[in-house]
């Protein structure tokens, strides 16, 4: 079950990092933006490594509030479900209940 959710996860990363890279080319030509909801929305989606990845190395939406404190939100909650997962197992994400 864990390479489906890898293979997920990457996927999602990448979808995010992209979004973010043709947001900002757009940004750059004056062209139709990417929703920052739609951004936020992938990064909750499991695309958060890629949207702080994009966030760096492309120096987009660095600056931008309330859309930086709520992309490190999204972060936290991430890093607290990895967290939650390798220290009480898979049957707390599921049923709420330690292994």
Known sequence: MILPFIAYLV??????YAAF??????????GRR????????????GGSAGAVTAQRTLR??????????ILLAIVFL????????????????IDGSAA
């Open 60 to 69: 987009h939406k660095t600056q931008k509030e309330p859309f930086r404190s």
């Open 11 to 16: 996927l999602a990363n990448a979808a995010t």
């Open 34 to 45: 990417v929703p920052e909801r739609t951004l936020l929305g992938l990064a909750l989606a």
């Open 78 to 93: 991430h890093v607290a479900l990895v967290l939650g997962w390798a220290f009480l197992g898979e049957a707390w994400l």
């Open 21 to 30: 890279a043709y947001d900002k080319s757009m940004a750059r030509a004056g």
